[in-house]
């Protein structure tokens, strides 16, 4: 079964706009960390934001958030204000703090387009 | 602090050679990571090493795939005999130990092996 789950391919968005990308997740560990990453078209892959499992708040950082539903087990990166920067593959990740020893675990990714 | 470097960038080889991968990772780091992702996928994790020791890898990392990090400072991988199939970009990543969940990876620009 995946253990990360990452539907949308490839979305738009109009600049200035927010955009969603949505990420679930399966895990019977009750520790565990979500993670998103950028990856522009050089390659290289940028951390952008953290939430640890046993957060009660939804991660932030700058322009982006995290919407964390546990139950869910969801948890959706927000960009506001969308940039044309932003248009870039968007990786979401999860480690298993008790049974995944040091590895992280990345979904398939969703391809962003910022629109002018 | 000049971030996590990889050499080569690029990588052309003939099916059944060897070819061997370098990573610096920032200085201070004492964790390391190597990842392979293949087109339209994500990064899928290959090894880990904490100081010089290799502490976890992956079933995918077969026979023919070592990693060494002498010293606990760079890090080689080193593919023998490619296989088409070997073809992908490897991705090197440190960070400093914060704990298994909210440490933050950096990610190097990654080297692309292309087997004939």
């Known amino acids: 079964a995946q253990k990360i789950t990452q539907t949308q391919p490839g979305m738009f968005v109009q600049e200035k706009e927010a955009v969603t990308l949505d990420c679930t997740y399966d895990?019977?560990?009750?520790?565990?960390?979500l993670f998103w990453y950028k990856q522009p078209s050089s390659g290289e892959m940028i951390f952008l934001i953290y939430?640890?499992?046993?957060?009660?708040q939804n991660a932030t950082e700058g322009r982006y958030s995290l919407n964390f539903q546990k139950a869910r087990k969801s948890a959706n990166l927000v960009i506001s204000a969308s940039q044309l920067g932003d248009s870039a593959m968007y990786f979401c990740?999860?480690?298993?703090?008790?049974?995944?020893?040091?590895?992280?675990?990345f979904g398939a990714g969703t391809r962003l387009f910022v629109k002018a | 602090d000049t971030g996590v470097s990889q050499d080569p960038r690029h990588k052309i080889t003939k099916r059944g050679q060897n070819v061997t991968f370098r990573c610096d990772p920032i200085?201070?780091?004492?964790?390391l990571y190597w990842y392979r992702q293949t087109l339209g996928q994500g990064p899928e994790f290959l090894t880990y090493?904490?100081?010089?020791?290799?502490?976890?890898k992956s079933r995918l990392l077969s026979d023919r795939f070592s990693a060494e990090r002498p010293k606990g400072s760079f890090s080689t991988l080193e593919i023998q005999r490619t296989e088409q199939g070997d073809s992908a970009m490897y991705l090197c990543?440190?960070?400093?130990?914060?704990?298994?969940?909210?440490?933050?990876?950096?990610f190097g620009p990654g080297t692309r092996l292309l087997v004939l």
């Open positions: 990543a440190s960070s400093v130990d914060r704990g298994i969940f909210g440490e933050t990876q950096y």
């Open positions: 895990t019977s560990d009750p520790s565990y960390g």
């Open positions: 939430q640890g499992s046993y957060d009660q």
């Open positions: 990740a999860m480690r298993e703090g008790n049974t995944g020893g040091f590895k992280t675990i």
């Open positions: 200085s201070e780091h004492n964790r």
């Open positions: 090493f904490q100081n010089e020791a290799q502490l976890e």
